[in-house]
Protein backbone atom coordinates (compact mmCIF):
# COMPACT_ATOMS: atom_id res chain seq x y z
CA UNK A 1 0.00 0.00 0.00
CA UNK A 2 1.36 3.70 -0.56
CA UNK A 3 -0.11 6.83 0.80
CA UNK A 4 0.69 10.73 -0.55
CA UNK A 5 0.38 12.97 2.50
CA UNK A 6 0.38 16.69 1.76
CA UNK A 7 0.34 19.66 4.03
CA UNK A 8 1.01 23.40 4.35
CA UNK A 9 -1.98 25.00 2.91
CA UNK A 10 -3.66 27.64 4.73
CA UNK A 11 -5.07 31.26 4.57
CA UNK A 12 -2.79 33.71 3.04
CA UNK A 13 -3.34 37.43 1.73
CA UNK A 14 -3.00 37.63 -1.88
CA UNK A 15 0.42 38.71 -3.01
CA UNK A 16 1.64 35.91 -0.41
CA UNK A 17 3.63 32.88 -0.28
CA UNK A 18 3.04 29.44 0.74
CA UNK A 19 5.35 25.88 0.43
CA UNK A 20 3.34 22.68 -0.06
CA UNK A 21 5.09 19.71 0.52
CA UNK A 22 3.83 15.54 -0.06
CA UNK A 23 5.55 12.65 1.15
CA UNK A 24 5.12 9.21 -0.29
CA UNK A 25 5.09 6.24 1.88
CA UNK A 26 4.27 2.35 2.24
CA UNK A 27 6.16 -0.50 -0.35
CA UNK A 28 7.52 2.02 -2.85
CA UNK A 29 9.64 0.38 -5.25
CA UNK A 30 10.57 3.27 -7.48
CA UNK A 31 8.41 6.43 -8.41
CA UNK A 32 8.17 8.28 -12.13
CA UNK A 33 6.12 11.78 -12.04
CA UNK A 34 5.07 13.79 -9.28
CA UNK A 35 2.49 16.41 -9.55
CA UNK A 36 0.34 18.80 -7.95
CA UNK A 37 -3.42 19.40 -9.26
CA UNK A 38 -5.96 21.66 -7.73
CA UNK A 39 -9.71 22.02 -7.32
CA UNK A 40 -11.63 24.95 -6.86
CA UNK A 41 -15.04 24.81 -5.48
CA UNK A 42 -17.45 23.99 -8.29
CA UNK A 43 -14.76 23.51 -10.87
CA UNK A 44 -12.87 20.40 -12.04
CA UNK A 45 -9.65 19.66 -11.37
CA UNK A 46 -6.71 21.02 -13.13
CA UNK A 47 -2.85 20.11 -13.12
CA UNK A 48 -0.90 23.11 -11.45
CA UNK A 49 2.44 21.60 -12.09
CA UNK A 50 4.17 18.38 -12.68
CA UNK A 51 7.86 16.75 -12.68
CA UNK A 52 9.09 13.82 -14.05
CA UNK A 53 11.34 11.05 -12.61
CA UNK A 54 14.14 13.27 -15.10
CA UNK A 55 13.21 16.71 -13.80
CA UNK A 56 11.47 17.78 -16.49
CA UNK A 57 8.68 20.40 -15.06
CA UNK A 58 5.05 21.50 -17.12
CA UNK A 59 3.35 24.34 -15.49
CA UNK A 60 -0.18 25.48 -16.41
CA UNK A 61 0.05 28.92 -17.90
CA UNK A 62 -1.87 30.24 -14.99
CA UNK A 63 1.24 29.51 -12.75
CA UNK A 64 4.08 30.13 -14.74
CA UNK A 65 6.52 32.71 -12.78
CA UNK A 66 5.34 32.46 -9.48
CA UNK A 67 4.71 28.64 -8.84
CA UNK A 68 8.15 26.42 -8.79
CA UNK A 69 7.72 22.57 -8.32
CA UNK A 70 10.39 20.51 -6.93
CA UNK A 71 11.18 17.08 -5.18
CA UNK A 72 13.70 15.14 -3.24
CA UNK A 73 13.75 11.82 -4.58
CA UNK A 74 15.93 10.20 -2.01
CA UNK A 75 12.94 11.08 0.49
CA UNK A 76 10.30 10.78 -2.00
CA UNK A 77 9.04 14.63 -1.57
CA UNK A 78 7.67 16.95 -3.39
CA UNK A 79 7.28 19.88 -2.86
CA UNK A 80 5.14 23.09 -4.85
CA UNK A 81 6.63 26.89 -3.62
CA UNK A 82 3.94 29.31 -4.76
CA UNK A 83 4.37 32.95 -4.51
CA UNK A 84 2.50 35.81 -5.48
CA UNK A 85 -0.68 33.82 -4.64
CA UNK A 86 -4.06 35.15 -6.04
CA UNK A 87 -7.48 35.33 -5.14
CA UNK A 88 -8.13 33.00 -8.21
CA UNK A 89 -5.32 30.25 -6.77
CA UNK A 90 -7.91 29.66 -4.01
CA UNK A 91 -8.09 25.66 -4.07
CA UNK A 92 -7.71 21.89 -2.85
CA UNK A 93 -4.22 21.23 -3.99
CA UNK A 94 -3.56 17.36 -4.92
CA UNK A 95 -0.34 15.27 -4.90
CA UNK A 96 -0.43 13.08 -7.30
CA UNK A 97 2.13 10.31 -8.07
CA UNK A 98 2.49 7.08 -10.41
CA UNK A 99 3.81 5.09 -8.41
CA UNK A 100 5.99 1.45 -9.06
CA UNK A 101 5.35 -0.95 -5.75
CA UNK A 102 7.90 -2.74 -4.21
CA UNK A 103 5.50 -6.04 -3.97
CA UNK A 104 4.08 -6.87 -6.87
CA UNK A 105 6.13 -4.52 -8.65
CA UNK A 106 2.82 -2.96 -10.72
CA UNK A 107 2.72 0.76 -11.39
CA UNK A 108 -0.16 2.37 -10.33
CA UNK A 109 -1.38 6.12 -10.10
CA UNK A 110 -1.89 7.66 -7.04
CA UNK A 111 -3.72 10.88 -5.11
CA UNK A 112 -3.36 12.21 -1.31
CA UNK A 113 -6.69 13.86 0.17
CA UNK A 114 -5.67 17.25 -0.55
CA UNK A 115 -5.00 20.50 1.59
CA UNK A 116 -6.63 23.81 1.30
CA UNK A 117 -4.95 26.91 0.08
CA UNK A 118 -7.40 30.12 0.55
CA UNK A 119 -5.69 33.19 -0.72
CA UNK A 120 -8.04 35.89 0.50
CA UNK A 121 -7.76 39.68 2.04
Known amino acids: QVQLVESGGGLVQPGGSLRLSCTAS????????MGWYRQAPGKQRELVAV???????TYADSVKGRFTISRENGKNTLYLQMNTLKPEDTAVYYC???????????????WGQGTQVTVSS
Open 96 to 110: NADVRDSILFRWENY
Open 26 to 33: GSIFSINA
Open 51 to 57: MSSGDTT
